[in-house]
């Protein structure tokens, strides 16, 4: 990463994710009493200072626990320290110095980064509390008394790490990256698309549906750009939701799809498309994502000459709004054509902010006309007068008519096509907004 990073370390439940998301300004991170909610690392960017830097959350340490999530979850928190310019060991001042504390103390030191010592909980304002003391006995350090819930000490906190920051580089200042979302419902192999891609572990990958829990940021660099990569949870039907945490998730998922810019949507290739494959895709769509829709599992198929292009068009059957979203037939298992992913992703980001002169589009508007006449309904005709773009990401065209009643859904429709096919925009949505106008004005 360009900018220096800043990992917070800790037992669970001693509040590393309020904390994060109080520094980020929004709640990224699942805050909740359950402790091991956050699995894996979490990213956001921040700044103090005029000095920007890019802060992880971990899920918490169990140094004794045998159990195969509470393991990677150790080996994630392993990772973002290796990746730290800066370690915030965070602590719970109320429940002072554990087992626990202690032997991650022993860990990080190892690790012969900066680390600052935080006492959270600290809630009182006042001298530092007397229960404080106590961590000094950890070796790391003076503790840095904090309150998330009250907002106490989190200034003087912040200045200590601007002032353990390394030296700042010309890098730190990056160019706009492409956001693209890996979405779909559980299991369908999210986070093993994102693992091939990075070449390491970077999400929790096992065969229990419904392992990613956040949504996850990865910044990637190859010879097509450069991408920030968010892995999700997938979105289980509300029938099946049971745990709060999991309702939390779906929140995440549909934060995850307004920030990005292309929306990734897996599809498991031995179950085809299901309902739900199309509540997802339909979520993208309509908050007017670039959206490819990526068939995964394709070496587990038996297949012939033929297999390709009936699965398309079943798909495209199945999802009939959206035949403008390329498709792609991937393994994340063995590799296979994930490369190709991000000439598609770049030409979608390119097609999802198209910009079209105001002529252009009335010359487009004029030929469409000419083609298929207008409706009318009683002796009156539909009259378009004129149109322009009104904004991109997705393609957004305002239509000025002499009656919106006479502007048909099948027309309008008509009319997008025409825009799709004239300006190719595959892979976006494309919006019309239809404002009344007499001839006259």
């Known amino acids: 990463m360009s900018k220096p990073v800043v990992a917070i370390i800790g037992r669970p439940n001693v509040g590393k994710s309020s904390f994060f998301n109080y520094i980020v300004g929004q709640r990224i991170s699942i805050v909740e009493d359950t402790p091991g909610v956050t699995r894996d690392r979490i990213y956001a960017d921040t700044n ?7 802060l992880i959350d971990t899920g918490g340490i169990e140094l004794e626990q045998k ?29 002072g110095v554990t087992q626990v504390d202690k032997e991650i103390a022993t860990m990080l030191r190892k690790s012969k980064k900066p680390i600052i010592l935080v006492c959270n909980k600290a809630d009182k304002f006042g001298e530092p509390p007397a229960e404080m003391y106590e961590f000094y006995h950890l070796g790391m350090g003076d503790p840095h008394p904090i309150s998330t819930a ?32 890996i979405i779909g419902k559980p299991n369908v192999g999210k986070s093993s698309l994102l693992n091939k891609i990075l070449g390491q572990e970077r999400s929790i990958v096992s065969n229990i549906a419904g392992t990613t829990r956040d949504a996850i940021d990865s910044e990637y660099t190859n010879e097509y750009g450069e991408y920030v990569l968010i892995d999700t949870a997938g979105i289980r039907r509300k029938s099946k939701i049971n ?4 309702k939390f998730s779906i929140m995440r998922t549909l934060l995850a799809i307004d920030r990005a810019d292309v929306c990734l949507v897996l599809i498991d290739s031995q179950e ?36 390709m292009n009936e699965f398309k068009k079943n798909i495209y059957n199945k999802l009939a709004y959206a035949t403008y979203a390329p498709m792609i037939f991937i393994s994340a298992k063995t590799g296979q054509r994930v490369q190709k992913l991000f000439p598609l992703i770049n030409e979608v980001n390119r097609k999802n902010s198209i910009r079209v002169s105001t002529s252009v589009v009335n010359e487009v508007i004029n030929e469409a006309i000419s083609v298929v006449q207008p ?13 322009t773009q009104a904004s991109t990401r997705p393609p957004t065209f305002v239509i000025f008519v002499n009656d919106r009643e006479l502007f048909h859904f099948s027309y ?27 001839s006259k004005d």
């Open 375 to 387: 409706p009318s309904d009683k002796g009156k005709r539909l009259k378009i007068l004129y149109g």
């Open 150 to 181: 009250n907002a106490i000490g989190i200034g003087d906190l912040l200045d200590e790490i601007y002032e353990k920051l390394p030296p700042k580089s010309e890098q730190e200042d990056e160019n706009e990256k492409i956001k693209v979302a």
């Open 243 to 246: 745990e709060r945490v999991e």
């Open 48 to 54: 103090w200072r005029d000095r920007k830097f890019t």
């Open 67 to 95: 159990d195969i999530l509470l393991s990677q979850m150790r080996e994630q928190a392993n990772i973002a320290v290796n990746l730290a310019d800066v370690i915030l060991f965070m602590t719970d001042i109320k429940q």
């Open 272 to 307: 085809g498309v299901t309902d739900q494959d199309a509540k997802i895709l339909g979520e993208a769509h309509e908050r007017g994502k670039g959206i490819i829709i990526v068939v995964n599992k394709w070496d587990e198929i038996e297949k012939d000459d033929k297999t």
């Open 412 to 438: 309008q429709r008509y009319l997008i096509n025409c825009f799709r096919n004239n300006f190719d925009l595959q892979g976006t949505p494309v919006r019309l907004i239809v404002r009344e106008k007499s």
